[in-house]
């Protein structure tokens, strides 16, 4: 008789030839057969945008199948979607249905690649910095430009832009 305890959070990133469709569908019939409740709403919002996206492509007369940063776009949109939607549950008072909102975000959480430190964010952007040669505000925009294009998915935007004006603003 198969175990019914959940399955193991992804603490390492899977091999990279997985796509996060396939892992989403694999841990959705985990997350099933454990009747976790949690990662199976997560899962099936996740797996519905996913397909979305490539129906939408597909529309758009491309290959439909999404490229690895067009998935992860997806997930963080998910996650940014939640994020939302906790703050305007916070406001109404339903702090229940923003626990569940963040308990989502837990799950999707599982499909980003790992968040960089303050450190290790302040010691990639000195050396973009550097870089490029930017001395002042008026060189932000190539920074955060080379900034987003590397760190994407590992870092929110706002905390790129926050982080390179305290540097170029010195």
Do not use: F, W
């Not at 939302?84 to 249905?97: F, M, T, V």
């Amino acid at each position: 008789c198969p175990s019914l305890s959940p399955p193991p959070r992804h603490s390492q990133p899977h091999i990279m030839s997985d796509s996060i469709l396939d892992r989403v569908k694999q841990d959705l019939t985990d997350a099933m057969k454990a009747q976790d409740d949690v990662r199976r709403r997560a899962l099936r919002s996740l797996r519905a945008a996913l397909a979305n996206k490539e129906i939408a492509k597909r529309r758009a007369g491309a290959d439909s199948s999404l490229e690895g940063q067009e998935e992860l776009a997806v997930v963080q949109k998910q996650v940014k979607q939640r994020r939302d939607s906790i703050e305007q549950y916070e406001e109404a008072d339903r702090d229940d249905l923003a626990q569940k909102e963040r308990e989502e975000i837990e799950v999707l959480e599982d499909y980003l690649p790992d968040r960089l430190s303050d450190e290790e964010l302040a010691e990639r952007l000195d050396a973009i910095i550097d870089d490029v040669g930017a001395t002042s505000m008026a060189d932000m925009g190539p920074v955060m430009g080379r900034a987003m294009d590397e760190l994407r998915g590992r870092v929110d935007g706002n905390r790129v832009r926050e982080m390179v004006q305290d540097r170029l603003s010195d």
